[in-house]
């Protein structure tokens, strides 16, 4: 029996294929978003900003390669991710590490609760440094960016996942796209997650 790759094909939809390095930022229509304008406009806010949007719409993504870009101008750059609560300490050190006119990230802000937001507002002013946020809500920073998950945007990333012109439209149809996109209500990682399975699914399906 001839060897079929389609049978034994990685899945593109596994995490470190769809982790926020791997993935290039773009805006709900599917466009690559323009890195050094948003740096601009960072600048023209006043230092500090939010990236807002509900869970899985490329925030994190996002702020992960601006502050690469920032990085790449010289200027210092501290990371914080808050995963609960219980990271608030960490991302207090953080704030105290950043060197004046740097930049502090902070990955799920609103974990940090009103009053330490607050607390962190003040460190950042005291020791001149900008903050660049990720928020699925409002904050009292001003909005940089607010993302948005669709269909053109899951269709523009699915385009730049491993061996896409290999099992797009065969292992993964473009209906597909169509019904992960529903079923994650717009949440791009739960459409990655529907997507990971349907292709199992179809790999197994294959070997039959």
């Known amino acids: 029996m001839p060897f079929d790759r389609s049978q034994h094909r ?7 294929y ?6 290039v930022p773009r805006d709900s229509r599917g466009m690559i978003l323009d890195l050094r304008s948003l740096e ?10 939010a990236i807002e949007g509900p869970h899985g719409t490329g925030k994190s993504t996002l702020l992960f390669h601006l502050s690469e870009s920032v ?16 990271d608030v300490f960490a991302v207090l050190r953080a704030i105290r590490c950043t060197p004046r006119g740097g930049l502090a990230c ?14 962190v507002r003040c460190m950042a002013r005291c020791l001149g440094i900008g903050l660049l946020v990720t928020s699925h809500g409002p904050t009292a920073l001003p909005t940089l960016v607010t993302c948005r998950g669709s269909r053109a945007l ?8 491993p061996d896409y012109g290999e099992w797009f439209g065969t292992t993964i149809a473009p209906a597909d796209l169509d019904e ?29």
């Open 10 to 16: 990685r899945n593109p939809f596994a995490t470190r």
């Open 154 to 161: 899951l269709e523009a990333l699915v385009g730049q996942l």
């Open 40 to 49: 601009a406009r960072l600048a023209d806010i006043g230092g500090s900003g």
């Open 180 to 208: 992960a996109i529903v079923e994650g209500r717009g949440d791009l990682r739960k459409a990655f997650d529907v997507l990971y399975d349907r292709f199992e699914r179809s790999r197994a399906a294959a070997l039959r």
């Open 18 to 23: 769809v982790a926020s390095a791997r993935l």
């Open 71 to 86: 990085a790449s101008q010289s200027r210092s750059v501290v990371r914080a991710r808050l995963r609960s609560r219980r």
């Open 106 to 119: 902070i990955d799920s802000w609103e974990l940090l609760g009103p009053v330490v937001q607050t607390m």
